[in-house]
């Protein structure tokens, strides 16, 4: 590699060229790969954390750099499998460097050990409203309590996984990152909070912490080719970045005349993408703005939509990029914040200073009603940069590519309401359902979820419990069933809001029933009686089966909505373990955790 050659290409004059080369000629390939991380480190200190270091503090910041290349420990806590997935990456991309590497789910991995790791790269994503996934909980605890150990001998970074939509954006990623530091530990790399679009973030963190350790003899070259080497997440070839363009083959309101719901069950043609998926996977789906609703942005900002505006994607007209590329619905914490900073707004920033009246002011609100409510003059560029990427929505497939082979099914339920003073829809159940129709193209893509998956072993009993739309995967499982022919005592739990127009796939249901696919199925319309029966009332009337079920190793599924339906759910199926198991409520819960971390309680909510 000729040095000089390479930093004549550079900025600097021929003097320091001539010195830098005299200087960096005397070193090895090692110390060369050194020298780039250090000064990758400089610039990320000085150019992300805080632009306003001074030399002083960037000095101080080197020894984040002499960090010796010792084994890296990497724990993680997912749910879905996106973080499970980043921290595999992470483990790959570490032993290619060289680096030795000891990756752990959180609920595997023995407390004990703390006291041995030197480096630690935890990756968690956030559930529930702000709370830690599952296979987290315990850590999570653990640091948090009384017996927390010193850990300062551990030096460490996190990397967070959410969902701005939601207030506590990647508040599990943010716990451990201040607790691992309260508990003394040294942060190598600042921490990573990734959005649903994680994986550009995601990338960037792997290789300033991988650099912040890494300082090997590998050659300088393959530093330079880092980005060819970064494996992929998953090894499809269309995914959220690059979607595929499936054109929708049949659209159907599954909902008869009279219903007050909008459920639509679309198939699309997967030929030529080279998408293979499972039951229980789900897909990405991108939507776009309605034509109304941009207008009205424009009026309201004094725009035409030919103004020209610098998007994440390129130059763009205002129009397009408000249609396409940006979400004017619903009104997220970040857009919220990004506006009240921009518009130096008092009324905002006091709301946004608190959690409960934030939440509040979200709800039903979208960009117009602010933009109408707290009027200020932007520039276009300024409009768009508040608003958030267009980001796409996951839908539980509802087929088994074995029985439709080249098609995706999906089950949509179409979001409208109305609220300060106008009617609104959900952003892309809106379009599928309004400004899409059969033969025109939809862009998606494969979301692979590991963690709900059929029973390996095919003989094993299996409870559904798929209210509403949730009733998705279940006719995956079914029709994956049928086709495998494999026959296994089913149990469905299915609930709408009225028997006569909300049975969603009924007759498929009665169909499963009659060939012996589905052994048993409970139903409940909430609306149908005076008063409310939701699924759970049919799981407590038929507790002492249910248990039995349990006990001859059945795997429990529950698919919907996380709001209600989930929390019920795991109530009632608590109950039914106290009262059929005869135990505490404490040994209750340590039952279904059990059942969790083997996989046999699987959710899949939203
Ligand atoms: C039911 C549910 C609740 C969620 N709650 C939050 C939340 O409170 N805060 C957040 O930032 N993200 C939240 N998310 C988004 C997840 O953290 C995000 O999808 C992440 O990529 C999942 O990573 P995992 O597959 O490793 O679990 C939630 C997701 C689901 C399905």
Redesign the pocket.
């Known amino acids: 590699m000729d040095l000089k050659k390479g930093l004549e290409r550079g900025p600097f004059n021929d003097r320091q060229t001539e010195k830098l080369s005299n200087a960096l000629s005397e070193l090895d390939s090692g110390q060369l790969y050194w020298l780039s991380g250090y000064f990758s480190g400089l610039n990320y200190v000085a150019s992300t954390v805080s632009p306003e270091l001074d030399n002083q503090t960037i000095v101080s910041t080197t020894t984040v750099t002499e960090v010796k290349p010792e084994k890296i420990n990497i724990l993680f806590g ?7 997935a980043l921290a595999k990456n992470l483990a790959a991309q570490a032993k290619e460097r060289g680096v030795e590497v000891d990756i752990s789910d959180m609920a595997s991995f023995k407390t004990r050990e703390l006291k041995n790791i030197k480096n630690l790269a935890v990756v968690v ?7 830690p ?1 599952v296979q987290a909980e315990d850590l999570h605890k653990y640091l948090h309590g009384k017996k927390a150990p010193n850990l300062s001998h551990v030096n460490f970074s996190v990397l967070g ?4 939509s ?1 207030v ?4 599990t990623g943010k716990d451990f990152d201040t607790i691992l530091e309260k508990l003394g530990a040294k942060r190598l790399a600042p921490r990573q909070d990734c959005d ?1 679009d ?1 994986e550009e973030e995601a990338e960037a963190w792997q290789k300033i912490f991988l650099d912040s350790i890494v300082r090997t003899s590998e050659e300088v070259s393959n530093l330079e080719n880092l980005n060819d080497v970064i494996a992929p997440v998953n090894g499809i070839k269309y995914d959220k970045k690059k979607p595929f363009e499936a054109t929708i083959l049949e659209k159907i309101n599954l909902n008869a005349t009279g219903s007050s719901k909008e459920t639509i069950h679309l198939e699309l043609d997967l030929a030529g993408s080279g998408i293979t998926y499972e039951p229980g996977d789900a897909l990405g789906v991108y939507g776009s703005n309605s034509p109304k609703l941009v207008q009205a942005v424009l009026e309201a900002t004094n725009f035409d939509g030919k103004e020209n505006v610098i998007t994440h994607k390129g130059e763009k007209k205002l129009l397009e990029a408000l249609t396409y590329d940006y979400e004017l619905t619903p009104l997220s914490k970040t857009t919220l914040s990004k506006y009240a900073e921009l518009t130096d707004n008092l009324r905002l920033n006091k709301i946004l200073s608190n959690s409960a009246p934030v939440l509040e002011y979200l709800k039903g609100r979208d960009i117009l009603d602010l933009l109408k409510e707290e009027p200020h003059k932007l520039s276009p560029n300024e409009l768009i940069s508040v608003l958030r990427k267009n980001t796409p929505r996951m839908y539980s497939i509802a087929s088994s590519q074995k029985a439709v082979e080249d098609e995706v099914h999906l089950l949509v339920s179409v979001v409208r309401y109305n609220a300060f003073g106008r009617n609104k829809e959900g952003h892309c159940s809106s379009t599928l359902a309004d400004r899409l129709e059969v033969d025109d193209k939809v862009k998606i893509f494969l979301d692979k979820n590991s963690r709900f998956k059929l029973p390996k072993k095919p003989d094993i009993p299996i409870i559904m419990v798929g209210p509403g739309t949730g009733i998705a995967p279940f006719r995956a499982f079914m029709q994956q069933l049928e086709v495998s022919e494999k026959r296994t005592p089913s149990w469905l739990f299915f609930g709408d809001r009225n028997f006569t127009t909300d049975f969603l796939y009924q007759t498929e249901w009665q169909q499963y029933l009659k060939e012996g696919i589905l052994t048993k199925a409970d139903v409940a319309f909430s609306r149908d009686q005076t008063h409310k029966q939701y699924v759970q009332h049919r799981m407590l009337e038929n507790g002492k089966e249910l248990y039995n079920w349990l006990e001859s190793g059945a795997h429990f599924y529950v698919c919907g909505d ?1 709001k209600n339906m989930a929390k019920d759910v795991d109530l009632a199926l608590k109950q039914i373990i106290q009262q059929q198991g005869g135990v505490t409520l404490e040994k209750a819960e340590e039952y279904i955790k059990n059942l969790q971390l083997s996989n046999r309680y699987q959710a899949d ?2």
């Open positions: 997912s749910h879905t499998g996106n973080s499970e994503s956030t559930h529930g409203l702000g709370e996934p996984l959410g969902d701005s939601y506590d954006f990647c508040q649903v994680y996380a909510i939203y």
